[in-house]
């Protein structure tokens, strides 16, 4: 049993995961448990290949199970079918993704809004106001009636930033977040996090860049497809 405390926010148990390709089966997660405090910010960080990306997707509830069970407060993510799935991740989660994935039909404020309309919670003056307040925070103003195509991939990368905090999410995912953008625009993403995170929000982020170890509060090694540390920033 892995340590029960009401901070608890995640509570991962025996997190196994298999993906099969014709006759091949890969364990990519052989049993993993863990549990993250609100309030804490985790990077997970591993080589390439080491199951970063299918512990997130897991935590988040993105793909089925192998075996294994995730408690986010009273919820049991993988218990739900996937319709109730969908909407709780709405409602709960703010995913930030490697590349982007804004969508380039929309504005950059119809993108901000985009995640409201999809929980049922869109109000036109409310939204846009929340939309443009996240879009300042970001320092994305003068641009909100741009399209994708007509802005860097860092301000993209802080736009999807605003997107992912529209639905006032308690927890902040992100996959790879800096993995396409340079060191300079990295930091400045970086810098958003640490505002992010020193409002309260709850933050878990992958990574295989290791120069960024510093800039989590506790970070989780993968190798293979288990944790190999868990380390607090000030243990030694
Ligand atoms: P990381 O994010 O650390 O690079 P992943 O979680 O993507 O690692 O992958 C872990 C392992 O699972 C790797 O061996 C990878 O090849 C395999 N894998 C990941 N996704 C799939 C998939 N959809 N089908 C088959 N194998 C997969
Ligand atoms: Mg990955």
Known sequence: MTEFN???????EGIRKNYRTGK??????????????????????????SGKTTL???????DSLTSGSVLIGRTDIHGMNENERARWRG???????????LL?????LDNVMLPLDFIGKYEEKKSRDAAMMLLEMVELEAHVNKYPSEISGGQQQRVAIARALISEPQILLA?????????????????????????????????HDNSLEKRFQRVIR????????????GDS
């Open 175 to 207: 996959d790879e977040p800096t993995g396409r953008l340079d060191a300079g625009t990295s930091e400045i993403i970086f810098n958003l996090f640490d505002q992010i995170f020193a409002n309260g929000m709850t933050m878990i982020i992958v990574t």
């Open 104 to 108: 380039p039909g929309l504005t950059l």
């Open 56 to 62: 997130l997707n897991m935590l988040a509830g993105l």
């Open 24 to 49: 091949v089966i890969t364990e990519a997660l052989k049993g993993i448990d863990l549990n993250i405090r609100r309030g804490e910010y985790v990077g997970i960080m591993g080589k390439s290949g």
């Open 91 to 101: 409602e709960n989660l703010g995913f930030i993704f490697q590349s982007f994935h």
């Open 222 to 233: 993968l190798h293979d497809g288990l944790i190999v540390s868990d380390e607090k920033a």
């Open 6 to 12: 009401f901070s608890t926010l995640i509570r991962a």
